[in-house]
């Protein structure tokens, strides 16, 4: 399993980002797919998932900003972000499954601020 995050960036307050993590080494459109966070001394944090057929999960902190999405295509997995706020700040990760566990890759880091 290979997973590569892009996208992040330096962004202010109600600003908008699309982070993209390229998938390989195993069956991407046949697997459910996450988002989680991790920001400065807490704990992994899932935001976000897709099933197989496309059905998308949100946690409560991001839902109606963020949305998820994928392209069994180019065996790759997006986050669009928009209307972000300070607490948005973190290294974002794509996982396989639809948990936190299991291999991630080396993140991108989002950070919000004026």
């Known amino acids: 399993v290979q997973l590569v995050e892009s996208g992040g960036g330096l962004v202010q307050p109600g600003g908008s980002l699309r982070l993209s993590c390229a998938a390989s080494?195993?069956?991407?459109?046949?697997?459910?797919m996450i988002w989680a966070r991790q920001a400065p001394g807490e704990d992994l944090e899932w935001v976000s998932g897709?099933?197989?057929?496309?059905?998308?999960y949100y946690a409560d902190s991001v839902k109606g900003r963020f949305t998820i999405s994928r392209d069994n295509a180019k065996n790759t997995l997006f986050l669009q972000m928009s209307s972000l706020k300070p607490e948005d700040t973190a290294v974002y990760y794509c996982?396989?499954?639809?948990?936190?566990?299991?291999?991630r890759g080396q993140g991108t880091q989002v950070y919000v601020s004026s």
């Open positions: 897709i099933s197989v057929s496309g059905t998308t």
């Open positions: 996982l396989r499954g639809r948990t936190v566990q299991g291999p």
């Open positions: 080494g195993f069956i991407f459109s046949s697997s459910h």
